[in-house]
């Protein structure tokens, strides 16, 4: 369906990736990972021929293959309705009715014209595909959490996540041979995550997608394709993601093994080769040292001979470290994330007292009680939509209780970082910002940035002009240097690559404070949660 064949792109002197080839099979679900700016979505726009490539070819077979391709951040026209934007790509069923009736006439009239046979063959596949997705389209938009909207519904009018979700809807839509998706699970919960999961192992095509949601490539995936950041080259994997972290772990192994020994080879070789030479060195009293001629030549030929194998062995410590050298295996530089200097707080952090959430008119949670206990790692979860945020917002004091009480406890001082990043300024700089929150040098807040991937003029950056997953770890360098005690997370996993996500929690195990976070990544939910909130029918259910 797709074949890829040494492509290399470079911006100016920076080389994304060289030489990357693959193939996408029907049937075959590849999972494409690495760091963040490696490539992942450059590679996606070249394919779908959005951008140019330095060199290398690629190929659809056959050339006029239906696919798709789901881009990261697309967002729909605002002058549209849901149903406008869906038939976007693909004519209403009644629309080819004039087309039909007009092709019929022309092949009664021409009937051996094979270019009128063919049209007509062709229009039949779009009658049938528009079908096809008008049949299938309440289903995926109930799956996405849209249907109760209508199809006349303005999309000016939907919010950010929303947009996103129509975005995959229309492009599930549309039936594709081949599908290509960056991100397809950004704004989706968990209940979406799983309808998503079920439809793409259900899909019979090729598949080619980018995502840090590690359930959901284990779910999906039938191969991994990495994109190493230090070659700039891509390597294939079988198997979904656990199976590919397997794998990755027996080749480091393995290299490390076989680095150890060849490094003890090389110190024996080193040591025999001295020895060696010693023993050939002509030493005064030793038994060249003599006045017979015959002794003195037989031992002096003997010398040369050891060291020439002193020689030999030397070429062969030469040809080690040249032509067979086993390089060091080396970790790549990650986030370094610590929280240290957390002042304790009292047992109760965050009390609920017969408070409901919601805005005038509309409740979102009834009346409950409920307390956050010092200590807790506890996962806030439901339905997009169900109130989360608004919680969230309410126990921040930026909007009031419909009723009762929300207070903190003795000496907690809270951390927030949002979903949406609004509180970081688009006019700073990640040096001004990170000196806004801690009295820091610049010397000082360099060094501190630099643990947070921002190196150099990095720091001089417009945070207006950084990216997302930038952003997120610039709102994560806060975070770390405020000196919180009660961090308020609305999903702080968005945007992060898989090893930035695993350094993460990483630190937050060792965060000696309270922790209350939005999320739907299901991996995070799994390892980290001691305490679930969940949100459902209008209820908060505490799971402990």
Not at 273 to 294: E, M, N, P, S, Y
Not at 412 to 423: A, H, I, M, S
Not at 425 to 446: D, F, K, V
């Amino acid at each position: 369906m797709l074949s890829v064949n040494r492509l290399s792109k470079s911006y100016n002197l920076n080389q994304i990736f060289k030489d990357v080839s693959f193939s996408v099979l029907a049937g075959e679900k590849i999972g494409l990972v690495g760091p963040n700016g490696c490539g992942k979505t450059t590679l996606l726009r070249i394919i779908h021929g959005e951008e140019k490539q330095d060199s290398g070819t690629f190929q659809y077979q056959p050339e006029n293959l239906n696919r798709a391709y789901l881009p990261q951040g697309f967002q729909p026209d605002d002058g549209e309705t849901i149903l406008q934007f869906l038939y976007r790509h693909v004519k209403i069923p009644a629309d080819f009715e004039y087309d039909l009736e007009q092709l019929t006439a022309d092949m009664v009239k021409y009937p051996d014209d094979v270019s009128l046979i063919n049209t007509y063959d062709q229009t039949l596949k779009l009658v049938n595909r528009a079908a096809t997705m008008k049949a299938e389209m309440p289903k995926i938009l109930g799956g996405l959490g849209l249907d109760y909207l209508g199809l006349d519904f303005p999309v000016n009018k939907l919010s950010g996540g929303q947009k996103t979700r129509l975005v995959l809807a229309g492009t599930l839509l549309l039936d594709p041979d081949l599908l290509i998706m960056d991100e397809p699970t950004n704004h989706l919960d968990i209940e979406m995550l799983g309808w998503l999961e079920d439809w793409l192992k259900a899909f019979k095509g090729g598949l080619l997608l980018v995502s840090h949601d590690r359930v959901f490539l284990d779910q999906v995936c039938s191969s991994i394709l990495e994109m190493d950041p230090v070659t700039r080259s891509t390597r294939l994997y079988m198997g979904n993601y656990s199976q590919y972290l397997d794998e990755k772990a027996r080749q480091y192994e393995h290299q490390w093994t076989a680095y150890h020994d060849q490094q003890e080879e090389i110190r024996r070789l080193k040591v025999a080769a001295a020895h060696l030479r010693g023993i050939a060195k002509f030493k005064v009293g030793g038994k060249a040292d003599t006045g017979d001629k015959f002794a003195r030549g037989f031992f002096a030929n003997r010398g040369k001979g050891t060291m020439g194998r002193a020689t030999q062995i030397e070429n062969r410590i030469e040809k080690i470290l040249t032509e067979e050298k086993i390089d060091k295996p080396g970790s790549q530089w990650q986030m370094k994330l610590e929280f240290n200097g957390v002042k304790p707080t009292g047992r109760d952090v965050v009390i609920l007292e017969n408070a409901s959430i919601g805005y005038p008119g509309r409740q979102l949670i009834r009346p409950t009680n409920a307390v956050l206990r010092y200590g807790s790692r506890c996962c806030l979860i439901g339905s997009n939509g169900c109130g989360k945020t608004s919680l969230i917002r309410t126990i921040l004091g930026e909007i009031p209780p419909l009723s009762g009480h929300i207070r903190f406890g003795s000496q907690v001082r809270p951390g927030y970082v949002e979903q949406d990043q609004k509180n970081i300024c688009g006019e700073s700089t990640a040096l001004t910002y990170l000196q806004s929150i801690a009295p820091m040098n610049e010397t000082a807040a360099r060094t501190f940035l630099h643990k947070f991937l921002f190196t150099g003029d990095d720091v001089f950056t417009l945070i207006s002009q950084l990216s997302y997953g930038e952003r997120a770890r610039l709102m994560l360098a806060g975070l770390s240097a405020n000196g919180s005690n009660l961090l308020i997370l609305d999903e702080p996993l968005n945007h992060l690559d898989i090893p930035s996500r695993n350094r993460f929690e990483q630190a937050l195990n060792g965060f000696e404070g309270t922790i209350f976070a939005v999320v739907h990544d299901r991996y995070f939910i799994q390892h980290f949660a001691t305490e679930i909130w969940e949100i459902v029918d209008d209820r908060i259910r505490i799971q402990t």
